[in-house]
């Protein structure tokens, strides 16, 4: 029974058909967007006055897509650096202690395992 349904698996992934579907792109038509993007240079004066390095500026955005370049645009006023620091220190703290009560490390010598 197996080899059976091995005999018909095989066949049916060499059977079925693999359609792909292709088409020319002009280089044109992919620069274009990207200029236009580029001539708006909000984003990289936003990301310099945020303290990044006006040299690595642009090969940080060269790296993006262009959806998240429109999204980074539109959030990167909303995004304040460094917050939540504070609550995921805590919240490792909580873990690391949650993990010595239960015995599974041993890293503050002041808590008991227990038992």
């Given amino acids: 029974m197996k080899r059976l349904s091995a005999y018909f698996l095989a066949m049916a992934m060499f059977l079925a058909p693999m359609v792909a579907q292709a088409g ?6 992919v620069v274009d967007p990207a200029a236009q993007w580029m001539a708006n240079s909000a984003l990289v004066e936003k990301m310099v006055d945020m303290g990044i390095d006006p040299s690595e500026v642009q090969s940080r955005i060269d790296a993006m897509t262009v959806a998240e370049r429109a999204e980074l645009n539109q959030s990167l006023a909303d995004m304040p650096a460094g917050q939540g620091i504070l609550e995921l220190a805590f919240l490792v703290f909580l873990v ?5 009560v239960i015995g ?12």
């Fill in 24 to 29: 020319m792109v002009s280089t044109q038509s």
């Fill in 96 to 100: 690391f202690v949650i993990t010595d």
């Fill in 104 to 115: 599974a490390t041993d890293i503050f010598p002041f808590i008991q395992p227990v038992e």
